[in-house]
């Protein structure tokens, strides 16, 4: 009796381990037709590193994001650029003039390239491809897969297609340039778990993700041909891009999405969790497009009541004034700027009365951007 006993209990917990190491199939791939809603964390505090290992429990509750990205997968053959890449299956938009081409087959999800602005921002629109392209996700995927890849770009463009004043400051005039880009990648599936997220609980198997960017630029001069320009155009362009990167991802799939259900980006020595993205449940509104996101600032939580985060998006290099002012207009707190793109800053708001406040965000030349309500309310 005890030994059936024994029996039992183990054929129990084998099934438990089982299932709770369920395999990653192709359920999860997305595919053309699908929506993808996601947040990100710009500014995420907390623990959201572990160590490998099975049967770990994942708590992302108090990620915030100031509003959910929405990202349209459609059929390839309807995205601008598409004559480029005739083999995939959906199309992107991830970003203002920017369309990245996937294809999908039974056991991966390939990152074939792009169409729109070039890789290092110098405004060229063009399409340029993978070779080979880059794997996105895998199936089946189990604990303890290993995957090894490179991928390489090569984007090559004549220097007068540039606009105007990109090479002022570059000691030589060149007649064409070009952008190589190579990754070099390694995948383990290091943990399982369950994942809680603000919204919703997942089964996950998590992926490990030490990727190797090295972006190079070269110049092609009529007495000498191509050469390497990259640590000169460091200095003389100020190009963050250029150069060697590393960074580490954490991704947790799960059959139940068609998304990673959570993503964390660290530095090379994971010392720092420079954002995690996460999908976003409870759809109600403020859904922004990926694609679209206009210039300006976002305040969040809102309501809020210590401290309060401004995410800055897609503003162009310069100094911006942020304000906060109350219902009578009288300014309450400012502060500037340098913004390039997109930041997030924390700011304390302990000093605020309760009440309803207006925050406005203004350039160098004084213009609105926009102005949003802000609500502080004291516990």
């Not at 359920?27 to 699908?34: E, I, R």
């Not at 070099?184 to 943990?191: E, F, G």
């Not at 694609?291 to 300006?296: E, H, I, M």
């Not at 100094?319 to 997030?344: A, P, V």
């Amino acid at each position: 009796m005890k030994e059936i006993l024994h029996c039992f209990i183990l054929a129990s917990l084998w099934a438990t381990t089982a299932l709770a190491q369920a395999t990653i199939t192709n359920s999860s791939f997305p595919n053309a037709g699908d929506t993808l809603f996601t947040a990100v964390d710009n500014l995420p505090s907390g623990n959201y590193i572990t160590g490998p290992g099975g049967s770990q429990s994942w708590d992302f509750t108090t990620l915030q994001a100031p509003f959910p990205r929405r990202i349209l997968l459609l059929p390839a053959m309807q995205g601008p650029g598409s004559y480029a890449f005739p083999n995939a299956t959906y199309f992107a938009g991830i970003a203002e003039n920017l369309n990245a081409f996937y294809k999908v087959s039974s056991n991966k999800v390939e990152l074939l390239g792009f169409y729109g602005e070039d890789p290092l921002g110098l405004g060229i629109q063009a399409a340029y491809r993978f070779d080979p392209p880059l794997v996105q996700q895998r199936a089946p995927l189990e604990y303890q897969d290993n995957n090894n890849s490179q991928a390489n770009l090569s984007l090559a463009f004549s220097a007068d297609d540039l606009p105007a004043g990109v090479l002022d400051n570059l000691p030589i005039t060149p007649d064409s340039l070009r952008i190589r880009l190579n990754i070099q990648r390694s995948d383990v599936a290091d943990a399982w778990g369950i994942m809680t997220i603000p919204g919703g609980i997942y089964d996950v198997l998590r992926e490990k993700r030490t990727e190797v960017r090295e972006t190079r630029l070269d110049a092609k001069l009529s007495f000498i041909g191509w050469q390497d320009v990259t640590d000169i155009a460091i200095q003389a362009l100020n190009i963050p891009e250029l150069g060697a990167q590393t960074t580490v991802s954490y991704y947790y799939f799960s059959n139940e999405a068609v998304q990673p259900i959570a993503l964390v980006v660290a530095n090379e020595d994971e010392s720092q969790v420079l954002r995690v993205e996460y999908k976003a449940n409870n759809i109600a509104s403020n859904v922004q497009s990926a694609d679209a996101l206009k210039p300006g600032v976002w305040a969040y939580p809102n309501p809020a009541i210590v401290n309060v985060r401004f995410e800055f998006t897609n503003l162009p290099a310069g100094r911006y004034k942020l304000k906060i002012l109350n219902i009578l207009g009288i300014q309450e707190w400012q502060k500037t700027y340098y913004i390039n793109g997109s930041h997030t800053e924390k700011v304390d708001i302990s000093s605020l009365r309760k009440g309803t406040y207006l925050y406005s965000l203004s350039d160098e030349q004084g213009k609105t951007i926009n102005t949003r309500r802000l609500i502080v309310v004291r516990p």
